[in-house]
């Protein structure tokens, strides 16, 4: 028998029904490789597994149940990561979460701080997943939500500010007189620096305090990674420091042990390195937070008391606490505190916080308000429909919240990077210490040539003091930091900019496909269209007059509950037209209607109808053809069986719908209009709004087939429909679009969803994804050029042509700067305004600037 400890785990089992469900599961896990024993309990819908972890694996068990048809649910834990500072902590910690056992997927982002995992319950707990993070040295914590998120994410925020600065005050002061004291025989130092400060002894004392309380966080944190076995960009920090801390110290109480002697004390490059590293820390810490502005504000929005009816009495409770079917009374200037219905009143709402839209939405009885919207003229009462994390705010903090914490398919090559950086960066710095030490230094020594902010000349270093130096100037300078920060800090503003502007994106993965689409298919109907039919044309016979007919042909269809009958009866309300009820009423199925008023018979219904009443038509055909022609149904009217008119009816476009296609077609993207209408009425809407490609007559089943065979064209097809019908079509696409209202963000499907209904967000989310990859690339460029051209130069490379070395101060502070202008240039992205809403901006101020002229 084997000597291991056998190991237990009790897994979720779903889709057990019966007693021979369970004997099946039992026999599949104890037929697998290492388990000794199994039971299955089919009332709990549990196995608890003893299995010895050297012989098989988590996935192996979970694959014995899933390979007989049963099912083993997963389930996902979000976590705030604080202490993260590059890219090889995320490698770091996404490598310890994924080795766990019962882990599927880990995803870490650095500009996020945040931690997504998914594992199978039963096998670890949120408990232990927290606890192999925080062995790393890092502060794990489950996620929180809504008002109490923002107030612990602003606290922590602070408290690091608070902490770096802290270290700041400690490590520059002491660090600026440590150099003072080093340079003290040059230049104009002589006359005020004290000479005790030149004493190597007092060096120490004074560098000794800036290594041990600034500095010691990249020790800890570095001690705890490699205890696990991985490294991260504090190992660089703690190495460069820590060398050049050390060989001080042995130099100046030992200076005859063979490490460069009395003129090779670099604590001013420990102190400067720790200060400037610092620096970065902190001006981290203030700029990176920045970028999740969007969040905040999002949050912010969130009404904290509303004001309810309950048992006749009018209440002012917390928002939190609205239930669903609560009346809500809202006055003017007052935040909407849950989704709801109108019942009562009147007023202007601004929904600019939501939806983008600039225009404040008229509200009356029968419509929807959305919680966190600005109550701005009159005051109304609404039914609570949605309530606590159903609000639509609630729904659109979560989608951005989850598409901050994705990864692009762009960052796997920096993650790849980081992964295998830091190893390799210390591998180099030996090559480049052995190199110096015991070839370059003989072959390119210059008595004249010195260090970049630095006051030793090589002469005083000697050999090991000159090789000690350019290897830890090459450890300091190719920190990954930069590379770290470079796409998910892009990503996270971008999806905020979306937000701001009403389009959301599900992931980064789906900002990125944005960014390269070649094609977009529109569904016609609820996307190009209103969806409803409308009333359009009203052409009437000699005799007859255009009001008569119309009047009496609603008074007919007002009964009538065909879709086209109903636009009829709004056209003619629409116009004031008051309609009587018919005093009969007969339906002829797949011709029209019959009904009768006043005395007076009318017909309404297709050709076939009339000609079988023998009614001649023969003077309006031509025009009832044109109208076809144009996309419209034409419905043919008889009055006592006489020819009246022609009323037409069509689906009619949305007003931006043209404007959008011109712009898309702008971008260098192609147009392509889907529907399942005949093809005649289809190329008459696409020739409306000038699209040229046009796939008709196609159910609903087979419009992914047909976005299929646009990408095996080598298209990157984007498909915009409404997410019901449309889903199939949505998935299949490289990008699919949802038009929705602001209300139902949840239940749309696709990758990206538009609040409004105004499909120039279409242009908008290509405009805002593409800049944001644009800010993507600038990173990694300016990321991959740093590390690229610095560490060479660090190395020494140009020091046989021109007699100058970077010193180890200087690498920390262009370090430094690396990370915060990466920083930096993302948070131009918030400058972004999308074309139309610039447009738009700029037409109001036209406009204001013309109103406050005094007239001539």
Known sequence: MSSQTAERVTLPVEGMSCAACVAKVEKALKNTRGVQDAKVNLVAGKATIDYLKAETSMEELVKAITGIGYTVPQEEVSLTVRGMSCAACVAKVEKVLRGLPGVTNAVVNLAAESAKVQFYPGSLTKGDIKKAINSLGYEATEKLEGHEALDR??????????????????????????????????????????????????????????????????????FNGL????????????????????????????????????????????????????????????????TSDAIRKLMSLQAKTARVIRNGQEL????????????????????????????E??????????????????????????????????????????????????QIIKLVEDAQASKAPIQKLAD????????????????????????????????????????????????????????????????????GLATPSAMMAGTGKGAENGILFKGADAVEATSKLQAIVFDKTGTLTKGEPSLTDVIVNNGFNREEVLKLAAIAEKTSEHPLGEAIVKGAKAEGIILSDADSFEAIPGHGIEASFAGRTILAGNRRLMQQRGIDFSSLLKQAEELEKNGKTAMFIAIDSKAAGIIAVADTLKENSAEAVARLKKLGIEVAMITGDNRRTAEAIAHQVGITRVLAEVLPQDKANEVKKLQEQGLRVAMVGDGINDAPALAQADVGIAIGSGTDVAKETGDIILIKSDIRDVVSAIEVARATMRKVKQNLVWSFIYNITGIPIAA????????LIVSPELAAFFMAISSVSVTLNTLLLKRFIPSMKREEINHHETANAASLKPAA
């Open 153 to 222: 994410e602003r606290e922590a925020r602070q408290a690091e500010i608070r902490r770096q600065a802290r270290n700041m005050w400690i490590a520059w002061p002491l660090a600026i007189v440590v150099m003072l004291g080093m340079f003290r025989d040059m230049w104009i130092f002589p006359y005020f620096v004290p000479e005790f400060l030149g004493n190597t002894l007092v060096l120490w004392v004074l560098t000794t305090p800036v290594v041990f309380i600034p500095g010691w966080q990249f020790f800890v944190h570095s």
């Open 227 to 290: 205890k696990r076995g991985t490294t991260d960009m504090n190992l660089l920090y703690a190495t460069g420091i820590g060398a050049a801390y050390i060989i001080a110290t042995i130099n100046t109480l030992w200076p005859d042990a063979g490490f460069g002697g009395k003129g090779a004390t670099f604590f001013e490059s420990a102190a400067l390195l720790t200060a400037f590293i610092v620096l970065g820390r902190y001006l981290e810490a203030l700029t990176r937070g920045r």
């Open 316 to 343: 002012e409770i917390a928002a939190a606490e609205v239930e669903i079917g609560d009346i809500v009374i809202v006055r003017p200037g007052e935040s909407i505190p849950v989704d709801g219905k109108v019942i």
């Open 345 to 394: 009143g009147y007023s202007a709402v601004d929904e600019a916080m939501i939806t983008g839209e600039s225009i404040p939405v008229e509200k009356k009885p029968g419509d929807e308000v959305i919680g966190a919207t600005i109550n701005k003229t009159g005051s109304f009462k609404f039914t609570a429909t949605r309530v606590g994390k159903d609000t639509a705010l609630s």
């Open 416 to 483: 790849f990077v980081a992964g295998h950086f830091i190893a390799g960066v210390h591998v180099l710095a030996l090559i480049v210490f052995g190199f110096w030490f015991f070839l370059g230094y003989n072959a390119f020594f210059r008595p004249d040539s010195s260090f970049i902010l630095s006051p030793y000349s090589l002469a005083e270093v000697g050999v090991f003091g000159f090789s000690l130096l350019l290897s830890v100037t090459t450890l300091v300078i190719s920190c990954p930091c930069a590379l």
């Open 796 to 803: 020494g490379i140009l020091y046989p042509f021109n007699g």
